[in-house]
């Protein structure tokens, strides 16, 4: 929606339409992720991640203060526990300042206390310009501004084929080529441009004009659990573990939401479907695609005793409240309860490596030439919505000479 909303506010004079698979917009990742606006210090410095999520923290905060979007800049603490984890910690504060994060500090135990009372640790990176915000009302926002800029939204539109409309004496044939047919009845929406951003379903979106099926998107499920209400003033802001590079994910945490409430975690273990929000959730489609993939397979084994302790943890969520009282030591299990989940499309290579970076694909012969799929706008794409928006619309005027 960001990049919709990017397009049609500097190209006034064409006509734009988003076609939508659910009923609403924001119904998977936008609308199910933790919330967090991302201040840009895990990112390699001088990467095009880094660079757009210190841009697009500065943007969303223009444009929630502009649309009077609520969030709250609650600031984060990334807690080193151990003392192996203190060298870490440093490179990562080093690693920040390169970003041109903004008003990053180091602060001792005694200052910990005083950001965050309940948590102990050694030695934190405190970044007060990290918030919340919901990102579900964020997107609704943006399809609601794509609207009175005169844009359409087909909902209940799953695109299930790209063709080629064929001459047929009609002028609009030959100005609008590219059909894209879906919904509930075969509809169809002739245009003369695509450009796509289908995240869970980005691969098999990008293979219906003829694009490699690599990488492929994995779906793995985020568990969260969440603080009982009574218990919710046990943390202010945002604490985050120091991230270990031995392993594919951040590791449990502590979110404040907007509606109050606390998140802790997540864990992430393979979806059985590639919306599948619960263990039952199961598709044998999904689930054969994905163990059918060489990439999870050697991801999987490099991580295998990691991602036994993740489903354990998953199960048994004791487990995972001890790993949250090395921040919160007055945690305790009884103040906790299971709170929702998110599925995050992480797309693969076949060396089952992730793939980190923006990956841009088109597809073969003419239809290619007029088609531009995001196949993988990696995290924190929410925080750099607005600044992805900017590089894709940049990027499509480019590749189709608007």
């Known amino acids: 929606m960001a990049t919709a909303r990017e397009l049609i506010t500097r190209h006034p004079n064409l006509t734009f339409a988003v076609v939508e698979k659910e009923n609403s917009l924001a119904v998977h990742q936008s609308g199910r992720n933790s919330g967090v606006i991302h201040a840009g210090m895990y990112y390699t410095p001088g990467s095009l991640k880094a660079k757009l999520c210190v841009e697009g923290l500065n943007l969303a905060y223009e444009y929630c203060d502009k649309h009077n979007v609520p969030y709250n800049k609650c600031g984060k603490l990334i807690v080193a526990v151990t003392p192996d984890e203190i060298p870490r910690l440093d490179k990562l504060y080093e690693r ?25 640790g050694l030695k934190a990176i405190h970044s007060p310009h990290t918030g919340i915000v919901d990102w579900g009302v964020v997107t609704k926002h943006y399809g609601e501004s794509f609207k009175n800029h005169g844009g359409q939204i087909y909902t209940n539109f799953e695109a299930s084929k790209f063709d080629t409309v064929k001459e047929s004496g009609e002028d609009s044939s030959l100005d609008y080529p590219i059909s894209i047919i879906g919904g509930q009845q075969s509809q169809r929406v002739n245009c003369k441009y695509v450009v796509t951003c289908a995240g869970l379903q980005s691969d098999r979106i990008a293979e219906k004009s003829g694009c490699n099926p690599e990488p492929k998107v994995v779906p793995f499920r985020g568990e969260y659990l969440m603080l009982k209400p009574e218990k919710s003033d046990l943390v202010r802001g945002n604490i985050y573990p120091v991230p270990d590079p031995r392993f594919p994910f951040l590791g449990v945490h502590f979110t404040p939401r907007m509606d109050g409430s606390v998140w802790l975690g997540p864990n992430a273990v393979l979806a059985f479907k590639r919306e599948g929000y619960s263990y039952t959730d199961f598709s044998i489609k999904d689930l054969y695609d994905a163990l059918a993939f060489r990439g999870l397979r050697k991801l999987a084994f490099r991580n295998l005793f990691y991602g036994m302790g993740e489903m354990y943890r998953g199960i048994f969520y004791g487990a995972q409240v001890k790993n949250l009282q090395k921040y919160v030591p007055s945690l ?3 103040d906790v309860i299971r709170g929702p989940t998110g599925v995050r499309a992480m797309a ?29 706008a990696p995290s924190p794409a929410a925080t750099s919505s607005l600044s992805i928006g900017k590089m894709v619309a940049d990027k499509a005027q480019q590749q189709f000479t608007l």
């Open 348 to 376: 693969l290579d076949r060396e089952g490596n992730m793939v980190e970076d923006f990956v841009f694909d088109s597809g073969e012969g003419d239809m290619g030439t007029r088609i531009l799929h995001i196949r993988s």
């Open 332 to 334: 305790n299990r009884a």
């Open 96 to 120: 920040g300042l390169e970003n041109g994060v903004k008003d990053l500090k180091m602060v001792g135990p005694d200052e910990i206390k005083n950001i965050e009372p309940n948590c102990v």
